[in-house]
């Protein structure tokens, strides 16, 4: 029986509470036309980090098969994503983000800024594009796996000379006034010697920006069971969801031996984060822009840890479902996602068995022949993982190889649906990234 879009909403929730796939993903609407004057609307930008398209890849192999399609593959929008920087081949988690937020194309090494240098937005507004959305009555959220320093987010509201200045991001953030905030990071809110429900503050300046947050009237939640427990009438809300970040990114075997799970059970997931911050954004009588980050597709993928990679990236997709849906029913608003970077350039070995070392079952080889490492389901010389099954029903067996532990520049896209989504085509700078929200949200520039 065909699925309505009630009923694929109602999969992409439940898939959003397991941290899993819709059993049948979102189906997406044609991309519209590019008009000459962009109709405006609302903005969703969904960045995770560090995902290119192999990351992609894997993640469709693992949860519906290589001949399925996730939610990330039915988005109708594609462009080719050109990630430099201003004096770097490669971008930047925080150099990235302010591209994004400023449509200005920066240093590697910015923070909200060019280097040290203040700067305006595209648009000659004196701030990014969220703090121009504010101050023009829309609202903005900001939901982020991480800690509330990360760039991916913080970036759009804070600038500082320094991305390591995690005390006085934490601060700018608290500060930035922006009516949705859901994120980990709970030791920079607190002063040290306060113990908070995590664990103890870090703040040397001696204050307390979770009191200061309730004296301005927002509502504080800290774990996803007081996130689903918000009432319908909530329009202020500061979800503070671990002491650093949602998940433990380390490689697997150091999981393994301090007994720690890939993301902090008490966390909501991605996706009921997403679908949280959209329930209350989509009240906002001038509309809204929301800037959403997977954060774990990219930490994970820098200590070469491809079972938390590949978790993260399903928690990815089960969150662009969810916006999918959203957008179903909401067709005046526009997604975008992308990565700016490759976090630790995975690959996918999936030869046939005794080929390549690729056996079901049997250990893998530390390193591949030209010393590439190799991970299986449990890490180094661990069992290949299993693809889920194809068209034939077979589940084949598949390595993941690393290529570095830090960020690279490797095959990254644009996808998009939505309100003006007929404009993410062809080759997108980072930089566009920033001039189609813009024109989505306030017209031509």
Known sequence: MRQTRRSLFAAGAAAAAAGTLPSTPVQAQAPAPAPTQAATGNVIFCH????????WNAIRMVTVGPDGRTNWDRLPATAIYLGHMKDALTGTSHGGATTHAYGVKVQADSFGQDGNTPIAGASG?????????????????????????????????????RRNSLEEITR???????PVHLAGGERWYLPRGTQGRFGEGARTDGRNLVEELRAKGYTLVFTKEELAALPPTATRVW?????????????????AQQNLPLYVETAPSFAEMVQAALAILSRAPGGFLLVA????????????????????GKRADAAIGVIAEFIGRNPNTLMLTTADSDAGALQVLGPRAGSGGVTPGQPL??????????????GTRGVPFIAAPDRNGQRLPFAVAWASVSDASGAMLVRGIGLNSGQITGVMDNSEIYRVMHRTLFGAA
């Open 48 to 55: 995770p980090d560090g995902a290119g398209l192999n990351v």
């Open 125 to 161: 507004f004196q701030g990014s594009i969220a703090q121009e959305a504010m101050a023009r009555g829309k609202a903005v959220g900001l939901v982020q796996t991480g800690a509330a320093y990360e760039p991916g987010t913080a970036a759009f509201v804070a600038s500082t000379a």
């Open 172 to 178: 700018l953030v608290a500060e930035s006034g922006v």
């Open 239 to 255: 979800g503070i969801f671990a002491h650093d970040h949602t998940f433990n990114d380390r490689n697997e075997e150091t999981l």
């Open 293 to 312: 980050e997977e954060e774990g597709t990219d930490n994970f993928g820098n200590v070469n840890n491809a079972r938390g990679m590949l978790e993260a």
């Open 365 to 378: 080889a530390e390193r591949d022949r030209n010393g590439a490492p190799l991970d299986g389901e449990s």
